[in-house]
């Protein structure tokens, strides 16, 4: 902290898995649940960073020096859904099921609505301009098996009006530049990413696949 007052510790979701459920009064239609437990920037960073992962050259957006994973890196935009914007600062151990079932409905909203968030805040753009998101998927590291969330979003902006609007960004100083790459040349440079990011890009190519967007 001494040598660099920009990090900082913060209450974080932490990915324990994933199970496919049918929908209640259903033996057809299913639903992914995400089991998400609680962690922190400071035990992340403690048992999971590696200097090895200073190898890896990444494209999209050129990470600030002053970040505590992959400084100076370019990677996709994102971030963190957070617990405090909920309230939850520890594990609820509450049994009813009222509570455990409003708490959940909660948490996977803000897993929707932080990305949003994280989009403004870094790169600039206000939530008017972007569709919601969809969730396509979860990658992992295969270093340190750090899952990361993938979500697609529409920006109804041209490239020109975001890069303005990136100069203004509330969190601009998390990153030093963002970088628009074309469609044609996303699996080119998803092909120089980290493990996650290439997964991630592999579920977008999926979803491209599959469907019409």
Known sequence: MLANPS????????????????????????????????TDYRTFIGTNLSPSWEQYIVATEERSHNVGEFPGHLVFPGGHSEPEELGISGHAYDDDKTFRDNLNSMISQEMFDGIIREVEEEIGVPAIYLSDPIFIGISRRVMN?????????????SSSDI???????????????LCTVPKSELATAASKMPGCHQGGFALYDLMLKRTNI
């Open 7 to 38: 990090l900082y510790n913060a209450v974080k979701f932490r990915y324990g898995g994933c199970t496919t459920l049918f929908r209640e009064g259903s033996v057809q239609e299913t639903e992914n649940c995400l089991c998400l437990g609680l």
């Open 163 to 177: 890069l303005r609007l990136y100069s203004k960004a509330k969190d601009g100083f998390e990153s030093t530049q």
């Open 145 to 157: 098996v750090r899952p990361a969330a993938f979500f697609y979003i529409k920006c109804s902006l």
